[in-house]
């Protein structure tokens, strides 16, 4: 994919429950920027809201990421409807010309989505949230680390 083309992604994963609104987002633009926020009431926690620059190189490998987990190739007709008590996932990819919009009942786990009618889309909407999570918490930790690894 060429670096000039149009690339975003939105990611959120939200429910209401005994603490309120809780959520985690984050949206990463064609020019790198990464804007995260978290927002859990659980023990008075507040929200969280942090934004960074993506090298190109990091940028370049998050788009790797979607390319090769083939989500852009994905439905959402049969996934389950959201649920805003239980949770709701929203993912909105665009590359290039090619745009997906998803929005699904929340996923703890594999087993949820087992019995649903497209375990198989799930499944790659499940690793790649997977995926993002863990890459998108890693860089937050690196690159606001409050004492230098010595």
Excluded at 54 to 68: A, G, Q
Excluded at 104 to 122: F, M, Q, Y
Aim: some cysteine; glycine content about 4%.
């Amino acid at each position: 994919m060429a670096d000039t083309e149009s690339f975003y992604i939105y990611f959120y994963s939200g429910h209401k429950g005994q603490f309120g609104h809780e959520f985690f987002r984050f949206e990463i633009d064609e020019k790198g920027r990464l804007s995260y926020a978290n927002d859990s009431k659980y023990r008075r926690d507040s929200l969280i809201e942090k934004s960074l620059k993506l090298s190109p190189t990091m940028l370049n490998e998050i788009k790797r990421i979607v390319e090769d987990s083939e989500i852009m190739s994905e439905s959402d007709d049969k996934w389950p409807p959201r649920d805003d008590v239980n949770g709701r996932i929203n993912l909105e990819i665009t590359m290039g010309k090619r745009k997906i919009s998803f929005e699904t009942a929340k996923i703890s786990s594999l087993s949820d989505i087992v019995d649903t009618r497209d375990p198989e889309g799930l499944r790659v909407l499940y690793y790649l949230i997977q995926d993002f999570k863990c890459l998108i918490m890693s860089l937050i930790s690196l690159h606001f680390k409050i004492k230098p690894i010595a």
